[in-house]
């Protein structure tokens, strides 16, 4: 992996922030990320009306593009975006699941496989981009449009739904592979200030507050097997988004609206 790379985590300035931060300033050939344009977090759902201030008043947060799926959402809600003049874009990664005794069960046994190695998150994440292509491409949709920035995208822990997200976003602003595996690594320390806050999850899984910190950790590893998948399966981010649907144009306005000269 690269070396530190620009960060701004935002977490103590925004109340209720969850690894919220800026992916402005990381460089992309000769030109860098804008800054203050587009943003990664975890859950959202806890920020609280001075966090919604700030991040409207002072970051100018216009649209949030809410990544978790509809069981999420109606376990957590929302914080109170419409109040702060933030737009509220549910675009579903994952299907919901029923929230039956059977299927939680499945679901615990599959998290411990993820944490004693039997299963991979590289896996997950081409199993994802094969079966959710429509939410991603929706979710450059968004993000292309002018009046969308500045954005935030979120799921739960903002690493493996919002994860793929910024690895599509960041290979299409031309961000080498290095920096969106040491920004994709950075998630699992940044989340461990906030275990405590996955209480209903671990609660649900059967797990304790070490195991579920366990969880919350990142293995660079299957951000780059990910990546390489991608590049072998469908010729990179930019052919599988392409191929899936997405316009041309949507891609250069995105570039355009992100991306300055160094």
Sequence with gaps: M??????????????????????????AGDHVVRRGRIFRSGMMHAITPAGLERLAGHHGIRTIVDLRNQVELDHDGLSDFDSAGIRHVHLPVLASTAATPDAQDVRAARMRAFMDGTSSWSEAYKSIVTNCAPSYVRFFETVAEPESLAAVF??????????????????????????????????????QPHAHRYHRISVELGMTGDEIARLLMTNPDAMSEFLAHMREAHGGAEQYLLANGLDPAVLEEIRGQLLERA
Excluded: K, Q
């Excluded at 530190?4 to 402005?24: H, K, M, Q």
């Design 2 to 27: 690269t070396g530190a790379i620009p960060l701004t985590l935002l977490d103590s300035v925004v109340e209720g922030a969850v690894n919220l931060r800026d992916l402005g300033g990381l460089s």
């Design 154 to 191: 979120p799921c739960s822990a903002g690493r493996d739904r919002t994860g793929i997200a910024a690895a599509l976003l960041l290979e299409v602003l031309g961000v080498d592979e290095p920096t969106i595996v040491t920004d994709y690594h950075a998630t699992g320390p940044h989340l």
